[in-house]
């Protein structure tokens, strides 16, 4: 019975993060998957793929909700975003193409730096 309290709340905390730290907690999340993988290969065979994927959702979610015209963002951000969307899925493109866990880097730093300024940390 606790647990299934624990995962309510869990589940209703998700909702009440302002939208910003949210954001920054899946971009966390999406560069925690890709560095346990750079940090242990052995694992790429099985999760590889379904962590690309996440990565690729995530910010498929973030380029279209920034670069949508009612977004208040000024349009130089708006750009920013969007450069940095297209980045990304080349990279996730190439290393599926090619997978290497030194080609991982980019994307954790990608992810880590735009969550630290979301939360207002960079």
Avoid at 2 to 17: L, P, R, S, V
Avoid at 45 to 56: I, K
Avoid at 69 to 78: E, F, G, Q, R, T
Avoid at 98 to 111: A, D, F, V
Wanted: glycine share 6%; net charge neutral; hydrophobic share 45%.
């Amino acid at each position: 019975m606790q647990h299934a309290a624990a995962n309510a709340y869990a589940q209703a905390a998700k909702y009440a993060q302002p939208p910003r730290e949210l954001e920054a907690a899946l971009l966390l999340k999406a560069a925690y998957r890709l560095q346990t993988l750079a940090d242990d290969w052995s694992k790429a065979g099985t999760e590889l793929a379904p962590a690309l994927t996440y990565n690729g959702r995530i910010w498929s979610i973030l380029a279209t909700s920034a670069t949508e015209p009612s977004n208040p963002l000024p349009s130089a951000i708006k750009q920013n975003i969007a450069q940095l969307a297209v980045v990304i899925f080349q990279r996730i493109f190439d290393i599926s193409e090619e997978p290497g866990p030194e080609k991982l880097g980019l994307l954790i730093r990608i992810n880590r730096d735009v969550a630290a300024g979301l939360r207002g940390q960079g």
